[in-house]
């Protein structure tokens, strides 16, 4: 979603169903499965055909919902949404699903993706009397629909995202139908899956897999599918343009055990490492990931180059949201609380770390710092993607440019700023090609600078004005 | 409010001040102070003419204002609302003040009452292609402002009142506006005072104490008043009609403190009492209210007759919202945590009770349950209203004409119901004759079915399909 | 209760039943009636004859127990305990009832008093190696208990409570027997109940009243009651001493529809208020109490003078722990959020103001001050009771003397301070001689400094170590 | 801890640190580092000398503590524990430290490990009148020094370790002494530190690591250790016996990232898992952990192997301990929640999983099911130590022997109730080798039977007597 005002970009994950009973509860697993695409809100929104009822909070799913709430939202086709916020203003008012009611009844949407024309519309339609209530772009699309004048859902539903430009997977859902639809790019994914007769839309494949529901496909790029009970309808966008998917969900953000664009995650991951023990081996003694996320480059690094793979780093799995940083000294002791390197394994010995990407680079250098400490001789960094350098305006939450460290500086500029003998980014050509599909289907923009929708830097006339605490 | 889906109509506490320092500590005074008008929520939005801030929260001020809230308030103009609601959905979406985004800006909304001819309007919005987010009519008036055709906001805002029927009066706030608002009837209370320089709206004059504002006058029935840093304007809707004053406010609703439509409750209730003495004498030993509602009906009632006042019911202040009725037995024993009878007063007297109002009879019948129980002689009951046979359009939830006890039962039949020696209400005559100002001022509609402004029937065709948790 | 550490004293409500089902439900209730002696902490203790079980929290009645915590509270026999605590230490550690085990098996024990000896005992039990857990002297008495070496538990605790000083109204509770007693001076009450062939015990008889328990009698001070199964038995301790109830009691401290030490509160209170009236008259316009506790002595002044009794000022009831003083300025807003006064009744009138006691001075000289903001003419007040100049050890909680406005001011001063026109106080004689029983029964001590038992001033030697949070 | 009512066992985490500033902040820290030792609750006591402040509460570190309870902890000397519990009664009373105060000032006491004669000291108490406010046989430890009839504290301390006979790891505290201790059979670690010229003393050295204090050397089994500002102090208990320190806190409990009872519980791990290979090997495509206690005997058993290591669970992390299980039908879908097998990696495939122990086996039958759904062609399961069979009575909480799968089944028996095509658990030989020490130094009970100290199974008489909730 993109904020009319200026907050942090967000990635979401979505999960729909359609034609079960106790769909509330499979939407609660459904998104247990996608909380690491989202942390800050959760919702279900549920119809029996009759009423459509909602409930959403903040914090994690375990948090929102509870026994009484799941209870009471009783029908057979829901859709669900986890949303994610590193910093800024977060407001249950801001969770989705969005639920509204238009000329043509109930109507909840949610939404991954961030719309890059989203000021354009946002203005356009305050001048023809829309109020706006959120500071979500997912808000424009509701309202598109409610003034198309087209006469069926269908059509509204059409029209309104023929207008929209940018990244938005989507769940769309009345009282008696589920919607989903991904734009033309297919920047975020969605699939669609098939449980005892009824249907599963989900952002990943492991939230099937967690409902049991089977695989079918994924929704194409500029696709729209409705679901009811006369069965499964599918719609295209015209016109067709080259797919151009997010690269970085295969290298850090979706599950491993996810399957997304056409590939299975882990194996990719594996893939990356094994490339980057090609282009750039290390003379060490043992390879390690920074867990969990380096753990699959690392086995492939470590397979590659035949050089010992260790868990150098032990994770303490009680970490969570409000650890308070003592002021004791100077020192960051936080670092360890997460994460301590296992002396006895790592002393003396010459190391590669193999971790999927670098962003700001202060963590990564307080850990390196630890090793140091414990006396490990040499410690080699091996990164499973090119440098960051890019703003993403597609979804993809990275902090501004002169936070991203490989914006400003070199290789070796950060080589020498994480305090390491040696570290090396995976090469473009590299990344793309251990991909599952052809290169040319994804968005390389955060790497490349090569953007394939252009971002509109228009800011809405009121963005200042109002803020929700 | 009128609610678009069946839920009860609410009754609110309004206030708005201009053109002072540290508005929200002021504002959650005086909403303190209007407490007894909504218990549901709470809500306050502050500008500080650069940005809107809100925070709104479900209970009383007290729970949803904390230092750390208020201190995040800062600014020089605000409104704030606490809403009423005695049973159904209740959810922080519907809680006041409404704050939205238009074309023109930032605009906020806090609204008393209940609009007649909200389905028809709201169905003329959706038609347009408006979308709802809450089943408030105050919604309503915030999408005719946005939609309205006229240049200015001071045109737009009366055209969008001259579009509404029924109960209205209203806080209208921009980030350097503040607006004040009371429909052409005049149903519910509002109020303009002064403090150092700036200015207050609020429902009842009770408020303005609080803060230790100075009473100018009331906003007029039909008047706008425009509030900014180049002073204050008025205008007054057309055509003018025949105001019709709640009466109710002064029988039960407003704080006996207070001074509305043109004369003060406490001295008004005082005559109500004395009246009621003339009207209906009792041979009685002692008189007593039922606290605290009936105290100064019970005051006048005594000073009249002559008869000793004494204060029979002993009122527990802990008793709270989650009182646990006992299931030890089939005797009601939460009737006594309340309010119990002094024994050593009572026993073997002859009583005569001042109660303000009946409505369902059930608790009142509990109530002189337990003064036989301990050995009252005879109780003699005098209400000072006539009986309630009537729903109320306009903002006073009222329970369904079946639950009223006195649409369906004479009045006989409800003092044998109650079990008492005597029952009697005062005349609509007496009613009307002790108000401070002529008796064509009021709607009596609740009495004697008399509709000021008629009702409209029809349902919001979606009414049913949607349901907030 | 006595602390040990330099804590406020304490008062506290106390509840014990015997013989019934779903006994929790009924100390619920009965706490909810006695909560105005205690408002920090509560707790129940039920035996099952099996199974003693507890809880106990921070807060009202109210909000320390749910239907989840009663529900799980099953059995015939159980104690409750209110406690409370103006300022200070406040910790669930010192909530009661106090459940221990023992030699002879579980006990709990609820205190209502303050012990004088608390030091002296404390020092001794530790020194032959009892170890402490919380800052209340009613721990010592358990110790005391478990430290006997007599062999029945009826002699252990008759040889306990024979050492201890000073004020102990106590519930004790085995597994199977429910004990009361009152301290050999009587200082606090503690009466007996019974419902359906089952007994209660309650610190007043508005708690008998709440549960529909037909009142028997007192517990005599120096009785101590054993209830079991086999029925009552009644044990004395001696010798025998001068009655020295707590006349403060009467005069605010208990409800108004309770009985206790043989009269009613209510009637006494206006008998206070009549005689007030002869002693004191006033040249006034109308009769107001400072409401709840002034209510009723005001109405026996307004009786005896023949001046009208109105209710001048309006309390709000929803004013609660956590109300925020705002800092807008320095004048006290917070004093009319409580009572606001009604200047349509008070504007030009000469007043006499009745209020039951005054202790610092400051809420009251507000009071007063708000009175001539609105235009009252004259203020003149009377005080149901004499100057209070002494501090209570017997578990009143006072301020410190030179907190006690009435210690270090005449009467004349105090009148000047608040900014009265007139001010008078009952006088001894008169406070005594309106009394239901000779005066001679009552502990005057913080009147005239003649304390029936001495207080050790002796601290504890490791008062200071150890604080609980 | 015993506890003298039918409890589990309890395992628990302690860190204690002396002559530092913010001490309460380092504790926070060292706790936090210990939680997977116990989640139930938590607690730190710290002493500026003058004052002793004590925190506790239910639930995780993070939960428990927040910046307001750390800064009002302020000192230079304190201890924390963390507590463990999987089922029964789970009450705030029973959080350690437990902080009383008795003859000779405060003492706060926290404990690890399970006492095997708690009833009869505790009887004893009892009869010397001693009362016991919890269920925690380390309050049993502070009775046996308040009574002690020693004079100095330390001998008090002697005499009373003198008395205790089981597993019993313990920090004590005066308002200036820290003292540390372990049983004469070292059944649980305890360890000592430096930092910046103060001390600290942790179950793991883990804890150590994380607020960078160097490792000085584990406190021997029978030794008490005083630290005050004169420096450290060590004393023997007498007689010596044979060591026995737990064997399972190298196969399970302990953080792999720890060293104790002399060796590094990571490599120790590895070799485990490497034994297994060689005792056990598998005809198997790949290998795998399951995550996170299985990791590393996992990777010890592919690197003696040769075959290729993978993560084929992907780990959830945001599973926490509210987690609701769905009742849509009989399927289990839970399992699928915390860990999710990656089809892609195992689908056709021979796998050898790596598990640390078996317990019950349900969960663990469960897993293997969703292995078989996916499509694993075989599954062969390799546990890296012998079976569970018997109880622990030094305060590893083991299920009753009923539940321990190994207890009543033969390893066949267990593979077909698992699924598996094959299991084969380590030996008992080839877990005491495997060990960094001697194998005699350990207990084996719960493989073996042969219990090195005689558990007492008479039961406290009034056990069943007394519940907290």
Do not use: W
Not at 392 to 416: N, Q
Request: proline share 4%.
């Amino acid at each position: 979603m993109y904020n009319i005002i200026d907050e942090p970009k967000d990635s979401c994950g979505l999960f729909g169903i359609f034609g079960l009973r106790k769909v509330a509860e499979l939407v609660y697993l459904g998104l247990y499965s996608l909380q690491h695409r989202g942390q800050e809100s959760a919702g279900i929104v549920v119809s029996d055909e009759k009423r459509i009822k909602e409930h959403k909070g903040m914090g994690l799913v375990e948090s929102v919902f509870s026994h009484v709430e799941l209870g009471d939202l009783a029908g057979h086709l829901a859709i669900g949404h986890v949303r994610y916020s590193t910093t800024g203003i977060s407001s249950v008012k801001n969770a989705q699903p969005f639920l509204v009611r238009y000329g043509g009844g109930s109507l909840a949407i949610a939404h991954n993706g961030n719309l890059v024309n989203a000021c354009f519309l946002h203005d356009a339609l305050e001048a023809k009397g829309s109020i706006f209530q959120t500071t979500m772009d997912s808000e424009i699309i509701i309202h598109l629909i409610a003034k198309s004048e087209k006469e069926a859902l269908k059509d509204k539903i059409i029209d309104s995202l023929s207008q929209v430009k940018g990244a938005a997977s989507l769940l769309i859902m009345t009282k008696d139908q589920l919607i989903g639809a991904r734009d033309v790019n297919g920047f975020r994914p969605l699939c669609l899956g098939e449980l005892d007769g009824g249907y599963v839309l989900a952002s990943e494949t492991c939230a099937l897999d967690i409902v049991r529901a089977n695989y079918i496909r994924e929704i194409e790029p500029g696709e729209i599918i409705f679901i009811d009970k006369k069965g499964v309808e599918s719609f295209h966008l015209s016109p067709k343009v080259q797919t151009s998917s997010c690269i970085f969900e295969f290298v850090y953000f979706a599950r491993p055990d996810s399957n997304i664009f056409g590939g299975n995650v882990y194996q990719t991951r594996k893939r990356l490492g094994a490339r980057l023990a090609e282009e750039f081996p290390a003379d060490a003694d043992l390879v390690m990931p920074i867990p969990d996320s380096g753990n699959y480059a690392a086995l492939g690094y470590a397979e590659q180059s035949g050089i010992p793979f260790e868990m150098g780093f032990i994770r303490n799995h009680y970490v969570g949201r409000t650890f308070i940083q003592p002021s004791q000294s100077i020192r960051d002791f936080g670092v360890k609380v997460k994460l301590n390197p296992v002396k006895e394994i790592l002393k003396g010995k010459r190391i590669a770390i193999v971790e999927d990407s670098v962003v700001r680079g202060t963590t990564c250098r307080n850990r390196i710092a630890t090793l140091r400490e414990i006396g490990v001789k040499e410690v080699h960094m091996r990164i499973s993607c090119p440098p960051l350098k890019y703003p993403c305006f597609y979804g993809i939450d990275f902090p501004d440019r002169e936070e991203l460290i490989a914006s400003t500086r070199s290789v070796k500029e950060i080589e020498k700023f994480l305090g390491l003998d040696s570290l090396e980014f995976l090469s473009l050509e590299g990344l793309v090609s251990s991909m599952p599909i052809p290169g040319d289907n994804f968005c390389l923009a955060c790497f490349n600078g090569k953007y394939p929708v252009k971002y509109f830097e228009k800011i809405a006339k009121n963005r200042l004005e109002t803020e929700e605490e």
